[in-house]
């Protein structure tokens, strides 16, 4: 499945979970209740995990712990109320731009 494909389901399938799902039989649905605490902890700690796959060099685990961080910064995404299109557009602004004209211009 192509990666936009992907997240786009993944978003579909999250935002389900949040208007539907008991927390007791879905995990998305339990962080959630939890609220921006809980979400903000497992971000946090999926980037940690994706430094250490990083450091530690072997490609499986990085891959695997950065698809965990990407799915729970969707989570948070979500639950904020923001969706895929507000992130790339994002992107698609910056994109072309030296990444030091597109911070500098951010600071000011």
């Known amino acids: 499945m192509p990666a936009n494909d992907i997240l786009t389901a993944l978003v579909d399938v999250i935002r389900e979970r949040q208007k539907c799902a008991d ?7 339990s962080l959630m209740a939890k609220g921006d605490d809980a979400i903000l902890k497992k971000v946090g700690e999926e980037a940690a995990e994706v430094l250490l796959a990083a ?18 910064t969707l989570v948070l995404l979500v639950h904020k ?10 992107l698609a602004q910056r ?3 030296s990444g030091h004209a597109e911070k500098a211009a951010r600071n000011n």
């Open 23 to 29: 927390p007791a039989g879905s995990y998305v649905a």
């Open 55 to 72: 450091k530690n060099g072997a490609p499986g685990p990085l891959s695997n712990e950065v698809a965990d961080l990407w799915f729970h």
């Open 81 to 90: 109320g923001l969706s895929l299109e507000d992130v790339t557009d994002v």
């Open 95 to 97: 994109f072309g731009l």
